[in-house]
């Protein structure tokens, strides 16, 4: 299957920093990318939506000023955490949509963020 | 909004039983996924059903998805030590949406 890479794999943060996690479809051009959070022994939450070259789509809930995302190329999704508390540390994956008609989605790894 | 209620939320079998873990959603189902997690770590792809009444199996998994298609399975035949994890289902709604997940089953295996 297709694979789907995210940097960095683990990152820890001082309060009020900003941290960006990169989100890379590495074999295949995806038109679609998600972004989901997952809490501590918790289900994956999705979190927004992002179509190449356009403005993501978030949930009700997610603060899109908080949660920055960019998808500038069609292998490339990235999610900047700005100003960051505590309350976000969590696991935060990413999953990469390709071709039209094909229902599959990749997901990646997963950045563990730590804020201190 | 599509929900998934999985069940049971956890479960502790001793090595070699089989085991079930269900997953039902309130609406159609256009795609079912089922993953594998340890906690932390990413998502291990285990199979997606689309079509009403699809069975696939891989090694010692097996997935329904029923006719209607909103309930699925995820059966487990003679279970290993290397089956537990956290078990999820996710549901693609068929639109451009991201998949909505199940909470979780927690499966511990007993040698």
């Known amino acids: 299957g297709a694979v789907v890479s995210q940097h960095p794999s683990r990152v820890i943060c001082k309060s009020g920093t900003s941290v960006k996690i990169e989100c890379r479809s590495l074999?295949?051009?995806?038109?679609?990318m998600f972004w989901y959070r997952q809490f501590p022994k918790k289900s994956l939450m999705l979190m927004a939506t992002?179509?190449?070259?356009?403005?993501?789509?978030?949930e009700q809930g997610v603060e899109k000023d908080k949660f920055l995302i960019n998808h500038a190329s069609l292998t490339l999704s990235t999610l900047t955490v700005t100003s960051a508390h505590p309350e976000d540390s969590s696991f935060y994956i990413c999953?990469?949509?390709?071709?039209?008609?094909?229902?599959?989605?990749?997901f990646g790894p997963g950045t563990r963020l730590t804020v201190l | 909004s599509q929900e998934l209620e999985q069940s049971p939320q956890s479960l502790i079998v001793q090595e070699g039983k089989n085991l079930t873990i269900n997953c039902t959603s309130s609406?159609?189902?256009?795609?079912l996924y089922w993953y594998k997690q340890k906690y932390g770590e990413g998502l291990i792809f285990l199979m997606m059903?689309?079509?009403?009444?699809e069975e696939k199996s891989h090694e010692k998994i097996t997935a329904k998805l029923d006719e209607k298609k909103q309930q699925s399975s995820l059966h487990i035949t003679a279970s290993q030590p290397s089956h537990a994890g956290i078990y999820l289902c996710?549901?693609?709604?068929?639109?451009?949406?991201?998949?909505?997940f199940g909470k979780g089953t927690h499966l511990i295996i007993q040698p």
């Open positions: 992002s179509n190449e070259g356009s403005k993501a789509t978030y």
């Open positions: 074999d295949f051009q995806a038109t679609t």
């Open positions: 059903l689309q079509k009403g009444g």
């Open positions: 996710g549901a693609d709604s068929g639109g451009a949406d991201g998949l909505t």
């Open positions: 999953s990469a949509k390709g071709l039209a008609g094909v229902l599959e989605q990749f």
């Open positions: 609406k159609t189902l256009y795609g």
